[in-house]
């Protein structure tokens, strides 16, 4: 929409009327028109106020909080923000922002003055600080007046300076975030970080634990990033193109800690999702060996139970031989412990414990020499039909529940760790004997006691 008058152009661009429009717009147009001077306004007047009422009664707006002022005439003030304001050339107007859809430009030549909200209340501050003096209650009064018409800086000012003349000025030091503490009031940012905290990240962290948090985040990334890595080097090599060797070499060539995660995905989808050869599957296990992270060792200890290939099984348990000890017996020790692992599960984990013999769990090997296994069958048919050794038949019924058995298992390899630790001693499968052989030679010979 445009209006020409007496060397005015009224510019309302992008103007939306109707619908959600009222409701959207955060108007900012405010005339104030004298109604006994209507009738004495010029044309460019009377055009301007009939124009800027209609659009008026089209948008509805309503005054903002804040604004910028553009005088135009004697009779007619309009409220926006102004984005240009040019006083020389051809082109010297000013255009106002009333809406973010909507911009009117004025000539120059029929503004009489423009004030912006930032200098009114530049000037509204200076008038009132020649009020406060040394008042703390002045000082706080006027902090909270600046906060209001948004001048934060102000207002941090006034409100550390009430506290600097009135240290008890308990309002004061709240706004600045003073809290009590067993010293008294202390501003909250200086009572954490004499509790030894940082502040970071939008909160307040211990700095361990905050660098720990940056670091874990960091290799997370780089986690990803090998994961990604060693992808696109397996399928290099597995294509067997001119760049298989150099993808193997580079593959061998990671010597990164962080790699880990990615080394422990390839090597389990190694065995689930498609046979690998056994020697890349021993190269992700030899670099497992070689990072000895912890997610690094927990694989070696899952594989030297649950690896179905017996030599990468005992690649697996030598190489816990030098790091992976104690997590390995932690691990394999609940396993032949409980009577609800299967029998092949406690004979894996008695064989893997032949690489840890320790004569201080003469106990645990004594108690597995023999297990006992719980094990549920399915009940058997309704109705069974059958001939004794005679040929007379017989019909039966069959029970509809399921039937639990207890089974007792001898493991050779639990007779194996005990001869290993006790060698001059075998006992068999006679937990009796055995607990009787280790509680004696605790105890020891009367001759053997020391009196110092």
Not at 179 to 190: C, P, Q, T
Not at 238 to 267: M, W
Not at 287 to 302: G, H, Q, S, W, Y
Not at 370 to 398: I, N, W, Y
Request: charged share 25%; with cysteine; net charge positive.
């Amino acid at each position: 929409m445009s209006l020409k008058g007496d060397g005015l152009v009224l510019a309302a661009m992008a103007c939306k009327v109707g619908g959600g429009c009222q409701a959207a717009v955060a108007g900012r147009l405010c005339f104030l028109l004298k109604f006994e001077g209507m009738l004495k306004m010029n044309r460019f007047a009377g055009c301007l106020a009939r124009t800027l009422l209609c659009l008026t009664a089209l948008i509805g707006w309503a005054r903002g909080s804040t604004a910028d002022t553009v005088e135009v005439g004697s009779q007619v003030k309009v409220d926006g923000k102004i984005i240009r304001q040019a006083d020389e050339g051809q082109a010297a107007n000013v255009i106002v922002q009333l809406d973010p859809e909507i911009s009117v430009a004025f000539p120059m030549s029929r503004v009489r003055r423009t004030t912006s909200s930032g200098d009114e209340e530049l000037a509204w501050y200076q008038q009132e600080l020649a009020k406060v003096g040394d008042d703390a209650e002045l000082h706080y009064q006027l902090a909270r007046a600046c906060k209001g018409k948004g001048l934060n800086a102000q207002g941090d000012y006034h409100y550390r300076r009430a506290v600097a003349i009135d240290p008890r000025h308990s309002k004061a030091r709240a706004a600045l975030r003073f809290a009590r503490d067993g010293l008294g009031l202390n501003a909250y940012e200086e009572q954490q970080r004499n509790r030894g905290l940082i502040n970071a990240g939008g909160g307040w962290h211990v700095p361990d634990a905050w660098a720990a948090e940056q670091a874990s985040e960091q290799a997370t990334v780089e986690s990803n990033r090998w994961i990604k890595e060693l992808t696109k080097l397996k399928t290099l090599f597995y294509r067997k193109g001119r760049n298989s060797e150099d993808a193997l070499a580079q593959i061998k060539a990671i010597h990164d800690p962080l790699a880990t995660a990615a080394f422990v995905r390839a090597y389990k989808d190694s065995s689930q999702e498609r046979a690998e050869p056994a020697a890349m599957r021993q190269l992700y296990l030899q670099k497992l060996a070689d990072f000895r992270t912890p997610l690094a060792i927990k694989t070696l200890v899952e594989a030297g139970v649950y690896e179905r290939d017996a030599n990468l099984r005992d690649f697996a348990l030598e190489a816990l031989q030098k790091d992976g000890r104690a997590s390995a017996v932690a691990t394999y020790l609940p396993i032949i412990r409980s009577e609800k692992k299967k029998p092949s599960e406690v004979q894996a984990a008695l064989r893997a414990l032949r690489y840890f013999p320790d004569p201080e769990l003469w106990r645990e090997y004594v108690d597995a020499l023999v297990t006992t296994h719980t094990e549920v069958r399915a009940p058997g048919p309704g109705f069974q039909v059958g001939k004794d050794a005679s040929g007379a038949a017989g019909l039966g019924m069959g029970g509809n529940k399921p039937k639990v058995f207890k089974l007792q298992r001898q493991n050779s390899d639990a007779l194996i760790l005990l001869q290993e630790i006790a060698p001059d001693a075998n006992f068999g499968y006679n937990k009796a004997q055995w607990r009787q052989y280790f509680v004696q030679r605790l105890n020891g010979s009367p001759s053997q006691l020391r009196r110092d």
